[in-house]
């Protein structure tokens, strides 16, 4: 499967037609048209927000590979929806300079090791 068979194959999955779509992602009917049609993949900007509505993986999209359960290796990358509060703190830590982000970094270190500071000991 290519990348548009599988918007496709996901659209109906979820009985979203072609209009649904483009106006929850904002890309226009003609481009969602032309993939099919002209069988066509969509742009690298559009991955996001396509998985984003689709609530699939990037991974899954560009490759059709499913990590789920124990038996898949860990993710080596992730793709953060800058919207998020996890694109928050990215964008928080990526504005400090080194020893912010190591002051940031020895934070997140205690707060695994040490249960009483995540707050399960109230």
Sequence with gaps: MTIRDRIFSKLEEYDMTQKEFSEKTGIS???VSDWKKKKTNPTAEK???ICKVLNVTPEWLL???ETRGSRSNPEKWYAIDADTEVGEIIRAYNSFDATRQAALLAYVQAMKI???IQ???K
């Design 29 to 31: 009917q003609t481009t």
């Design 119 to 121: 707050g399960k000991n």
């Design 47 to 49: 991955i996001m927000i």
């Design 63 to 65: 490759s059709g590979v």
């Design 114 to 116: 040490f249960p009483e």
